[in-house]
């Protein structure tokens, strides 16, 4: 099953196997357990430290716990980890048998001081990028605390649970029965979550935070670019993000970033955080910025406020907090997000197999879209607003290829209509004869654009019409000390390179700012 280089490098790994393991498989007569049966003997045969038994009584089958010889599984996958998940259980493999995980002392500490019983259950879909960091920190959890159980199950495997649950959206997750969260979620995020308390210390400590001669606010490509050109300086940076990687994190395919052919947005996203961490900078992760107080004198200090309650000061601050998906703003839209609207056709695409789907905007990214779903779902309609596609000509031709796709220009989208637990269909106006249409259909994927993140900077510094950061040719903002970059501001291509160097210029015009702020009159 696995390829002769896929099975090297697994090799490879099982080399660094601390104590014996068992997988426990749990399988049936049907094709999808004899491959996965076929999997489990792959790996047991690639180190001596690794048993297979086949009388595991999981009611999910196929599926397999993952423990020390002799122990009851914390950890399990109901499906084939494959596609995306396949690094999922290789560092199973190897935390369960006594490998260190890469966290911070202090995190392990927490999570192995957490009680209570936590079962944990994760829907995905194997071809999702963002739900392996959720199968990954909870598996982690598990290893570290007993009281802790994950539970991996491949949506597309177990269908009738997840028409059950009425999942429309991966990864979802479950503690106890009960819906925990939705989309990506790293292990400092469940923990703030599972430990009640952890928010509160969290802000304490921020609020003893020292002066900042710069302070990044957002953590994605321009917030990451500048960190970095600031700690070169050697002044003091902190970066305060929400997610750090931000909208990278949901890009699937990069293939325009100079000098890389091809990288995907969590691997450019890892290695940005890397470069940062490898400086003497502050990150202060999963922190929203939710207000900005700039200085009362020129040369004064910038109070940054967070919404758990905590505020930060420097000198300067750099603001790229970069943008959010566009949507529709109809009626129905908020009632049915994760119930049939979604923005990820690579993460949900595949549990709406079979079914008819909408794809709202004909730029690159909805024609992407389309094509993409065009392989999985029954039917896609695209619906454009304008009278023709914006998409590559390229992407247009091959959308247009494609036997089981309806092309719709000149269509504004009017409602989302569904039955109270989902969606059943779109209504949409003809801009050019005004008639009204409905389509039958059992999900939306909306691919119009992104929205800045500024709402919380109104009345602080100028911005466009469009919400987005005004800024001069030094990135600097209406407010002296404040400066802005990537895709939150004016500049135009909201680009990945483009947000780098913006990050870097607006570093270089903070610290020019702090030069002539701090030189004698």
């Known amino acids: 099953m696995l390829e002769a280089n896929i099975k090297a490098q697994l090799k490879a790994y099982l080399e660094r196997l ?13 094709a999808k357990s004899r491959e996965l049966h ?27 716990g993952v423990s020390l010889k002799g122990e009851t599984p914390r950890v399990h996958f109901a499906g084939i980890p494959m596609g995306h998940e396949f690094t999922s259980l290789v560092l199973a493999l190897l935390q369960v048998s006594g490998y260190a995980p890469k966290l911070e002392e202090g995190v392990i500490s927490q999570i192995k001081a957490i009680e209570g019983k936590f079962s944990f259950e994760t829907f995905i879909s194997l071809s999702c990028h963002n739900c392996p960091d959720v199968v990954q920190a909870l598996n982690t959890m598990a290893v570290l605390n007993p009281n802790f159980e994950a539970v991996m199950i491949d949506g597309a495997l177990f269908q009738a649970e997840v028409d059950a649950r009425q999942i429309m959206g991966v990864p979802s997750i479950y503690l106890n029965g009960e819906l ?7 292990v400092e995020e469940i923990l703030a979550k599972v430990d009640t308390g952890a928010a509160v210390r969290e802000a304490e400590k921020l609020n003893q935070k020292g002066v900042f001669d710069v ?10 670019s500048a960190a970095i050109y600031a700690a070169r300086k050697g002044i003091r940076t902190g970066v305060v993000a929400e997610r750090f990687g931000g909208q990278v994190m949901d890009t699937m395919a990069i293939e325009n970033f100079i000098s890389v052919k091809a990288t995907d947005g969590p ?17 202060m992760n999963l922190q929203r910025a939710v207000g900005l107080e700039p200085a009362a004198t020129p040369g004064g200090l910038h109070t940054v406020k967070l919404a758990s309650g905590a505020t ?6 750099i603001l790229s907090t970069g943008a959010r998906w566009r949507e529709m703003g109809v009626p129905g839209e908020q009632q049915y997000k994760t119930k049939g609207v979604a923005f990820c056709p690579h993460c949900d695409g595949p549990l709406f197999k079979g079914k008819r789907v909408a794809v709202i905007g004909g730029g690159n990214s909805g024609v992407e879209a389309a094509i993409d779903l065009a392989g999985i779902v029954a039917h896609v309609t695209l619906l454009e607003f304008a ?13 247009h290829s494609l036997p089981n796709v309806k092309v719709i220009t000149s269509a504004q989208t009017t409602e989302v209509t569904g039955d109270g637990s989902k969606v059943d269909g779109l209504s949409y106006k003809d801009r050019v004869s005004g008639a009204a249409h409905h389509i039958e259909l059992e999900g939306i994927f909306v691919q119009i654009g992104l929205l800045p993140n500024t709402d919380f900077l109104k009345d602080v510094v100028k911005l466009s019409p469009r919400g987005e950061i005004e800024v001069d040719a030094r990135g600097e903002t209406s407010v002296p000390g404040v400066f802005a970059a990537g895709d939150a501001t004016t500049v135009p291509y909201k680009q990945i390179i483009i947000a780098m160097g913006e990050g870097a210029k607006a570093s270089l ?4 700012h702090l030069i002539r702020t701090s030189a004698p009159a």
């Open 312 to 317: 930060l000061q420097s000198r300067s601050v």
């Open 215 to 224: 302070l990044v606010v957002g953590g994605g490509p321009a917030g990451a």
């Open 267 to 283: 691997k450019l996203a890892a290695g940005l955080e890397q470069h940062v961490r490898d400086y003497d900078v502050d990150v």
């Open 18 to 30: 601390v104590q014996p393991i068992e997988l426990v498989a749990s399988l049936d007569d049907g």
């Open 387 to 399: 009278d023709t596609l914006r998409a590559d000509a390229v992407l247009q031709k091959k959308l």
């Open 509 to 512: 015009g903070a610290f020019d």
């Open 180 to 186: 925990f969260g939705q989309g990506r979620m790293g």
């Open 38 to 64: 076929g999997l489990l003997e792959e790996v047991a045969t690639l180190s001596d430290k690794v048993t297979l038994r086949v009388d595991g009584s999981n009611a999910r089958r196929p599926s397999f």
